[in-house]
Nanobody, 115 residues
């Protein structure tokens, strides 16, 4: 089993920045990618960004150029630097660890962008 612990959520004004972190523990071998999804009220969970062990990244168009994902493979942690935040970024953000046959999810952390 893989356990994911998220940190860094909170309230920020439009145009501000936040940084999310996610640490994986347990049976971490086999993780080939980690990243973040988010879910806003009344909407389905959607991709934010992912990064593979090899460093390949994938971003949602809505965050491209504003968010940066990074990974420390040795520590099995992933971070999401969020800049120039917009109200539409408001959501619960979930860390994900991807294994060949199963995904593991973090507990979720609330990001609220509001003035």
């Amino acid at each position: 089993q893989v356990q994911l612990v998220e940190s860094g959520g909170g309230l920020v004004q439009p145009g501000g920045s936040l940084r999310l972190s996610c640490a994986a523990s347990g049976n971490i071998f086999g993780i080939y990618a980690m990243g973040w999804y988010r879910q806003a009220p009344g909407k389905q969970r959607e991709l934010v960004a992912t990064i593979t062990t090899g460093g390949s990244t994938n971003y949602a168009d809505s965050v491209k150029g504003r968010f940066t994902i990074s990974r420390d493979n040795a520590k099995n942690t992933v971070s999401l630097q969020m800049d120039r935040l917009k109200p539409e970024d408001t959501a619960v953000y979930y860390c994900i660890a991807k294994l060949p046959f199963q995904n593991y999810w973090g507990q979720g952390t609330q990001i609220t962008v509001s003035s």
